[in-house]
């Protein structure tokens, strides 16, 4: 257990830059399906090396074909729809205002566990955590935000990536427990590419993409997606969904420092309100704050 959470930290931190990165491609001259088309490419050469690297060309080819049921999935859920739903908002919101939004994942998480997890059940508590987590979403988005209409839409697709994203996390503890987390991490981002190679041709940039724009795909693909992605299916692998998804508590701070520190972007209050609503209702929702449990003197026998 001591390693969970510098693990989580790392994590948090890596994913947490992802969000600079993307902001930097998508102002620089690329599409967001170009963008993460290039990401993914990156990430799947980098992970096919490596598992080659690790166990063999053959055995490698072998594990990724045997996996492709499960990758196509998280290739899907957890990389392809998510990551286009990230670059498109980030489009129109600040990076920092866009990692705040999908700190609603662990809240996502709760409500599909409810479903797919049975054992899982929610209390009053746990309800007004997601309630206040809800309401957090709102105050980032604004009635009347700063960015118009365009940010509300790009604020409510961040959010429909973290459902994206708790999906995953809750198909991967259920379905591919007997599977490696390096063979999912390859498989999932290759699908991730194929899957977004046509819109990405569609949307091919017109002009050619800035330094900038360029280093920050090599930074998501080796960053944001080949390592973390290693990372991600450790911690799934050893500590589950839900542990998984708390990365969310510590994510938007990093990115808001980086956003700050790196691309001047402005911390609003309304930022921080909606920041701190989120957090809470994740903490009440996750079952890490609770009520005190009453002494056997006072509690009730039936």
């Not at 729809?81 to 498109?88: E, G, M, N, S, Y």
């Not at 510590?250 to 402005?266: K, N, Q, R, T």
């Not at 957090?279 to 005190?292: C, E, Q, T």
Request: with cysteine.
């Amino acid at each position: 257990m001591n390693r969970y959470a510098p693990l989580l930290l790392a994590l948090a931190a890596t994913w947490g830059a992802s969000y600079l990165f993307i902001k930097v491609g998508v102002d620089g001259g690329f599409s967001p399906a170009a963008l993460m088309a290039a990401r993914t490419l990156v990430a799947a050469i980098v992970l096919i090396g490596y598992l080659a690297t690790t166990h063999g060309w053959r055995r490698a080819a072998a594990d990724i074909l045997a996996a492709w049921r499960p990758s196509l999935v998280l290739g899907a859920l957890n990389a392809a729809l998510p990551f286009w739903l990230v670059a498109w908002g980030e489009t129109r919101i600040d990076s920092g205002v866009a990692a705040i939004a999908q700190a609603t994942i662990p809240l996502c998480s709760l409500l599909i566990g409810l479903r797919f997890l049975p054992h899982e059940r929610i209390g009053a508590l746990r309800s007004t955590g997601v309630l206040l987590g809800l309401g957090g979403v709102a105050v980032l988005a604004g009635v009347h935000p700063a960015g118009g209409w365009g940010a509300v839409a790009g604020t409510l697709a961040i959010v429909l990536s973290s459902v994206s994203y708790a999906s995953a996390g809750i198909y991967g503890q259920l379905r591919v427990s007997g599977t490696a987390g390096p063979v999912l991490a390859t498989g999932s981002m290759v699908a991730a590419f194929l899957l977004l190679l046509p819109l990405a041709l569609y949307q091919f940039p017109s002009g050619p993409p800035t330094n900038g724009a360029i280093a920050s795909v090599l930074a998501l693909g080796l960053l944001g997606s080949a390592a973390a992605q290693l990372m991600l299916f450790r911690v799934l692998a050893h500590w589950g969904a839900r542990k998984l998804s708390l990365v969310a508590y510590l994510m938007p701070g990093f990115a808001l420092v980086y956003g700050s520190l790196i691309l001047d972007e402005p911390v609003r209050v309304t930022a921080i309100v909606g920041l701190a609503l989120i957090l809470l209702g994740v903490a009440l929702g996750s079952g890490a704050l609770r009520r005190p449990a009453r002494t056997l003197s006072s509690a009730a026998v039936p």
